[in-house]
């Protein structure tokens, strides 16, 4: 059985494009016979780190509350630490990493560089990332490039469309 990992800031119970994306492509590999693990944020005290969904393993990496509803910010604690080591026993085939911009993408990047796992990244958005405030959108498109020049470092392919991704797998 092949084994997908998915990284992205946030899934169900959080609602949004990417969410629901992430929730309907993991219900139709899970169809096939493919394991999902998703990696994703604990922006809720209340969610469970780690979680069988039935159709796919979360595991939710601890983050700082500063800006945990909007850009979440990862806490590398003892936590994350045995967290990415369980990760890396999974055997995981593919990593699927889910915008450019967010922090969970880039750990998935050196996650799969690091085990020699082939990746992608799905971009789902068509502008900069946006607080709607003049001032620190400007900073934040600058940090935006930077992150992205950066995640060129570790993929390679980056898609739109999910078709061609699968030939990786």
Do not use: W
């Not at 590999?29 to 944020?41: G, S, Y």
């Amino acid at each position: 059985m092949k084994t997908i990992a998915f990284f992205s800031g946030y899934f169900l119970p959080h609602t949004g494009g990417i969410e629901r994306y992430e929730y309907n492509l993991a219900k139709k590999l899970h169809e096939h016979d493919i394991k999902v693990i998703i990696v994703t944020t604990k922006y809720l005290e209340e969610l469970e780190d780690i979680e069988d969904l039935g159709y796919a393993f979360i595991y939710r990496i601890p983050i700082y509350k500063m800006f945990s509803s909007r850009y979440p910010i990862i806490k590398k604690d003892k936590k994350y630490r045995q967290m990415m080591e369980s990760l890396e026993k999974e055997n995981i085939d593919l990593c699927i990493l889910n915008t450019r911009f967010q922090l969970t993408s880039l750990i998935g990047a050196k996650f799969a560089k690091k085990l020699h796992i082939p990746m992608c990244l799905i971009e789902h958005g068509t502008s900069h990332f946006t607080v709607y405030n003049k001032v620190l959108d400007f900073f934040g498109h600058i940090y935006e490039h930077l992150l992205t020049n950066y995640m060129k470092r570790y993929v390679k392919d980056f898609y739109r469309s999910i078709k061609s991704m699968l030939q990786l797998a």
